[in-house]
């Protein structure tokens, strides 16, 4: 029985956690009460066997022990009863909603917990805990960061929601699409984090990137948003690169060195049929157009047999869509790739004169690629020089010190 | 649930008609909330060189000429409003004309009860 309520708990608990929320509108108060609610149905189900419907007795289990909990913090008779009648009264009107509505739940709760009114790090540390049932060591691990700042991080987030009256609910039609962003941004957040470590040794941390895909198909089964289903492709198909993407000391290599053999087909499949679906209705956007550059790349056989045409009409759309000098200098790689280096170098250099991205160590890294395959030696010893100062990343600065050390 | 919303915004940046113009259109708004029930009061400030400073240090009263801290954007205004949630006054500040020059806060109102009510 205790491995079977184990395996509901991995299955179920998020969903049963994301209605308490809603019931007892209260994060902590939900969590001890279905903690409690599982350990009584291991007990309970031992001796008078499995419920009907397991996922309802927890909510309704949970529910009872969050007023017995209430009960007993409260030392005046009058403020227990004060609250016990809240609780029942805001967890009987929760209860009438619509069963469709339940099922809303786990969007209520992504949608809270990356509320624009919440600091960018506090969306991260609260979906990750909340939705993802990550501890805060975990997270803590993950971001580089102590166990203390996450927990105190997630704190402050529940104040926040409690005395603001932050809503729990799916955003209106109106806030629907910038709520969404928000969203959206989270999840490649935690996935870029897990992707690439913002600094220090490692070039990947495997977890989270997983929990983001985990995520990423959560929400796509929730919403089947185009945008968030470019988000799952483009997320899948850098996963696809993993193993092709480092050494196995930590070092990188670039994508025209990977050995495709090694590319995850299966996860570029998958990735290629949610880009197929998004751009069937015609509402796509950035992630989407994204995804399928990367999808190009994942078609190709070797870099010589890309389609870099494409992948610069790809760009010329996404330019339109989401200008920034972040795509046009990855459109401008793209360019060098079907024009030749002079082209691609002619438009890096109009970017850094602009005054743009000249704190970036991968415009100045590209620069100084084009120019050493130009011959402009000088020059790309300079590029090579700056990008260095200001690439932060180990497995970064080992490769362009090598390339910098070939040049001479 | 109530919620303050001070507005602030650089006073350089109006001009006498855009003044106006911002006045007319907040009242208005008073108006459209008030109809839902929603209005509890609101005002422009006189600005920041009509302020007065007070602090009560050993039981000296201490008067300053001036805000209470020099800052680019001063407080020009403020909107008291009752609403269901955050989200619902954070609708309400994008509407004040003052936002799309300067910045509104929101601050939720702490309940304190025995308080006595306006007149």
Redesign the interface.
Same mark, same amino acid.
């Given at each position: 029985m205790r491995e079977f309520v184990g395996e509901l708990y991995v299955r179920e608990s998020r969903r049963v956690y994301a209605t308490l929320v809603r019931l007892l509108g209260d994060f902590d108060l939900a969590e001890e009460a279905m903690h409690e609610a599982f350990a009584a149905a291991i007990e309970q189900w031992q001796q008078y066997g499995l419920p009907a419907n397991p996922r309802a007795w927890l909510v309704s289990t949970a529910r009872f022990k969050a007023i017995d909990t209430l009960r007993r913090r409260t030392r005046s008779a009058e403020m227990q009863e004060a609250l016990v009648r809240r609780v029942d009264e805001l967890s009987s009107i929760n209860a009438e909603r619509a069963a469709h509505d339940i099922e809303d739940d786990r969007l209520r709760l992504i949608f809270i917990c990356c509320h624009p #009114?919440l600091a960018p790090e506090a969306q991260i540390a609260m979906t990750l805990r909340e939705v993802c049932d990550l501890t805060t060591e975990q997270i803590a691990a993950a971001f580089l960061t102590s166990p203390t700042t996450i927990a105190q991080r997630i704190v402050r987030a529940k104040r926040k929601i409690r005395? #603001?009256?932050? @809503?729990y609910?799916v @955003?209106?039609l109106a806030?629907f699409p910038s709520r969404l962003a928000s969203v959206l941004s989270v999840i490649y957040l935690v996935f870029n984090e897990g992707y690439s470590a913002s600094s220090g040794e490692s070039l990947t941390r495997p977890d989270l990137s997983g929990e983001a895909i985990r995520l990423g198909r959560l929400l796509v089964e929730l919403l089947p948003d185009p945008e968030v289903m470019g988000l799952l492709a483009l997320m899948l198909l850098h996963e696809s690169r993993r193993t092709a993407r480092a050494t196995p000391e930590g070092d990188l290599i670039l994508l025209q060195d990977q050995d495709r053999s090694q590319w995850n087909q299966k996860l570029i499949a998958e990735g290629r049929q949610w880009i197929e679906r998004s751009l069937d209705s015609r509402r796509f956007g950035m992630y989407t157009i994204q995804a399928a550059i990367s999808a190009v790349h994942a078609e190709a056989a070797s870099t010589g047999e890309t389609d870099w045409a494409q992948i610069v009409a790809l760009y010329d759309v996404l330019l339109r869509s989401a200008p920034s000098p972040v795509v046009e200098l990855n459109r401008a790689v793209a360019i060098a790739m079907r024009d030749g280096p002079a082209a691609g170098l002619a438009l890096i250099d109009g970017i850094l004169n602009s005054g743009e991205l000249s704190d970036y160590h991968l415009a100045h890294a590209a620069r100084a690629d084009l120019c050493r395959r130009l011959g402009r030696t000088n020059e790309a010893r300079i590029a090579y020089k700056r990008a260095l100062n200001l690439a932060q990343q180990e497995p970064e600065r080992r490769f362009l010190q090598k390339r910098l050390a070939e040049l001479r | 649930m109530k919620y303050m919303l001070l507005i602030y915004s650089a006073e350089g940046a109006w001009t006498e008609e855009t003044r106006a113009q911002c006045m007319a259109d907040s009242t208005k708004l008073c108006h459209e909330l008030a109809e839902r029930g929603q209005f509890l009061g609101a005002s422009p400030l006189h600005p920041v060189a009509t302020a007065t400073c007070v602090r009560v240090r050993n039981g000296n009263r201490l008067l300053t000429d001036g805000p209470f801290v020099e800052t680019t954007e001063q407080l020009g205004g403020y909107f008291l409003i009752d609403v269901a949630n955050l989200d619902e006054a954070i609708a309400v500040a994008g509407r004040i004309p003052a936002a799309s020059k300067g910045t509104v806060e929101i601050r939720p109102i702490f309940e304190l009860s025995g308080l006595p009510s306006p007149k």
């Amino acid at each position: 029985m205790r491995e079977f309520v184990g395996e509901l708990y991995v299955r179920e608990s998020r969903r049963v956690y994301a209605t308490l929320v809603r019931l007892l509108g209260d994060f902590d108060l939900a969590e001890e009460a279905m903690h409690e609610a599982f350990a009584a149905a291991i007990e309970q189900w031992q001796q008078y066997g499995l419920p009907a419907n397991p996922r309802a007795w927890l909510v309704s289990t949970a529910r009872f022990k969050a007023i017995d909990t209430l009960r007993r913090r409260t030392r005046s008779a009058e403020m227990q009863e004060a609250l016990v009648r809240r609780v029942d009264e805001l967890s009987s009107i929760n209860a009438e909603r619509a069963a469709h509505d339940i099922e809303d739940d786990r969007l209520r709760l992504i949608f809270i917990c990356c509320h624009p #009114a919440l600091a960018p790090e506090a969306q991260i540390a609260m979906t990750l805990r909340e939705v993802c049932d990550l501890t805060t060591e975990q997270i803590a691990a993950a971001f580089l960061t102590s166990p203390t700042t996450i927990a105190q991080r997630i704190v402050r987030a529940k104040r926040k929601i409690r005395e #603001a009256k932050i @809503p729990y609910e799916v @955003p209106s039609l109106a806030d629907f699409p910038s709520r969404l962003a928000s969203v959206l941004s989270v999840i490649y957040l935690v996935f870029n984090e897990g992707y690439s470590a913002s600094s220090g040794e490692s070039l990947t941390r495997p977890d989270l990137s997983g929990e983001a895909i985990r995520l990423g198909r959560l929400l796509v089964e929730l919403l089947p948003d185009p945008e968030v289903m470019g988000l799952l492709a483009l997320m899948l198909l850098h996963e696809s690169r993993r193993t092709a993407r480092a050494t196995p000391e930590g070092d990188l290599i670039l994508l025209q060195d990977q050995d495709r053999s090694q590319w995850n087909q299966k996860l570029i499949a998958e990735g290629r049929q949610w880009i197929e679906r998004s751009l069937d209705s015609r509402r796509f956007g950035m992630y989407t157009i994204q995804a399928a550059i990367s999808a190009v790349h994942a078609e190709a056989a070797s870099t010589g047999e890309t389609d870099w045409a494409q992948i610069v009409a790809l760009y010329d759309v996404l330019l339109r869509s989401a200008p920034s000098p972040v795509v046009e200098l990855n459109r401008a790689v793209a360019i060098a790739m079907r024009d030749g280096p002079a082209a691609g170098l002619a438009l890096i250099d109009g970017i850094l004169n602009s005054g743009e991205l000249s704190d970036y160590h991968l415009a100045h890294a590209a620069r100084a690629d084009l120019c050493r395959r130009l011959g402009r030696t000088n020059e790309a010893r300079i590029a090579y020089k700056r990008a260095l100062n200001l690439a932060q990343q180990e497995p970064e600065r080992r490769f362009l010190q090598k390339r910098l050390a070939e040049l001479r | 649930m109530k919620y303050m919303l001070l507005i602030y915004s650089a006073e350089g940046a109006w001009t006498e008609e855009t003044r106006a113009q911002c006045m007319a259109d907040s009242t208005k708004l008073c108006h459209e909330l008030a109809e839902r029930g929603q209005f509890l009061g609101a005002s422009p400030l006189h600005p920041v060189a009509t302020a007065t400073c007070v602090r009560v240090r050993n039981g000296n009263r201490l008067l300053t000429d001036g805000p209470f801290v020099e800052t680019t954007e001063q407080l020009g205004g403020y909107f008291l409003i009752d609403v269901a949630n955050l989200d619902e006054a954070i609708a309400v500040a994008g509407r004040i004309p003052a936002a799309s020059k300067g910045t509104v806060e929101i601050r939720p109102i702490f309940e304190l009860s025995g308080l006595p009510s306006p007149k």
